[in-house]
Nanobody
């Protein structure tokens, strides 16, 4: 019904930047929120940022001021611009889309981000 495809991950040195993209397709007309989460082995998946269909954004305090989430409603694509990357940002980044913040929604397959010191 809903498909999300992440791209843009890779390896970067500390202090560098990456831009992740998430393309959504399918029955997404009433899914109001798109967001990014990340996960490292042995740890729970954690929230990074989300954006509503109206453009309201919320960030985890660990990335606030360094990451920017945006969306192109015409293309049903969300972006995560990551700057001043730190080694602790290393994780698999997952895109998520959901109807409300109280739903689990749908997930992409993830894209690896590796930040070296």
């Amino acid at each position: 019904q809903v498909q999300l495809v992440e791209s843009g991950g890779g390896m970067v040195q500390a202090g560098g930047s990456l831009r992740l993209s998430c393309a959504a397709s399918g029955r997404i007309f009433d899914l109001n929120f798109m967001g990014w989460y990340r996960q490292v082995p042995g740890k729970a998946r954690e929230f990074v940022a989300r954006i509503s269909s109206g453009g309201t954004t919320v960030y985890a305090d660990s990335v606030m001021g360094r990451f920017t989430i945006s969306r192109d409603n015409g293309e049903n694509t969300a972006y995560l611009q990551m700057s001043s990357l730190k080694p602790e940002d290393t994780a698999v980044y997952y895109c998520n889309i959901r109807k409300s913040i109280f739903e689990s929604g749908s997930w992409g397959q993830g894209t690896q981000v590796t930040v070296s010191s």
